[in-house]
């Protein structure tokens, strides 16, 4: 579904990512980890093209991205979830919820609606349809901007850090809509620090570091019997024992 070839990236002289290679199957949990500033983000950005890499390929379903089509091709199969819920604030939920299967996809308004209370029962937010976001908890915003990017019927869904705005009351709540997310035959990408999420969840891990994939491997190996010493430091410092 996803497939990155020699992806580079620069931010000016800075180099962010750098011969980036990653492969992710149809209906793959892939979760992505490590330190701040290794590139994670850069990387499923570049999923999508809100970041061009300065070098390198990115294909979607076996489409190559480019300036060109990346509209056509993101919009027909992928969706984002990011750290700062990015709902819009005069609108409703419900609004908000049903504004990309109107305009993009052409459903109508009542086909829209029908998916957007289905996904707001699946978030557990049903009564929240007609509230504004600035009425909601952070938790809620998120778990609002989940029930949005399922309602595209998108066949990806990248999560960019979805829970690091939150309260640590309310991110619990995220993380069990996505657990329950992770059950359906939806390729998934998450940039997350939250490590029992990522045992508990993912089909492989990716651990970065300095703007390259360090190591990959499924839970079990990777925090039971990781090789790097780099990824063994970082989980040792992140791990309470």
Do not use: W
């Not at 009564?127 to 901007?145: C, D, N």
């Not at 997350?192 to 990716?206: C, K, L, P, S, Y």
């Not at 703007?211 to 990959?216: H, L, N, R, Y």
Request: some cysteine; glycine content about 6%; aromatic content about 6%.
């Amino acid at each position: 579904m996803i497939k990155l070839e020699h992806v580079y990236k620069n931010f000016g002289d800075l180099e962010v990512l750098k011969d980036v290679n990653l492969e992710v199957k149809e209906g793959e949990k892939l979760v992505m980890i490590g330190p701040s500033g290794s590139g994670k983000s850069t990387t499923i950005r570049c999923m999508n093209f809100l970041e061009e890499p300065t070098s390198g390929s990115v294909y979607i379903n076996g489409e190559k991205l480019t300036h060109q089509n990346k509209t056509k091709v993101i919009r027909d199969n992928i969706s984002m979830v990011f750290q700062q819920f990015n709902l819009y604030p005069h609108m409703t939920v419900l609004k908000n919820l049903t504004i990309a299967p109107m305009k993009l996809h052409h459903k109508s308004k009542k086909e829209a609606e029908e998916l957007a209370f289905h996904y707001l029962d699946v978030v557990g937010l049903r009564e929240k349809a007609h509230a504004y976001p600035t009425m909601l908890s952070g938790g809620q915003q998120q778990r609002i901007a989940i029930a949005r990017a399922l309602c595209t019927e998108s066949k990806i869904i990248l999560f960019d850090e979805p829970t690091s705005a939150l309260d640590p009351e309310t991110i619990q709540e995220v993380l069990d809509v996505m657990i329950k997310l992770a059950k359906e035959n939806i390729t998934m990408v998450v940039v997350t620090h939250e490590m029992g999420f990522a045992r508990q969840v993912a089909d492989r891990i990716v651990f970065m570091a300095g703007g390259q994939i360090i190591e990959e491997g499924n839970p079990e190996h990777f925090f039971e019997n990781p090789e790097s010493d780099r990824v063994k430091q970082f989980l040792g410092k992140i791990i309470r024992k």
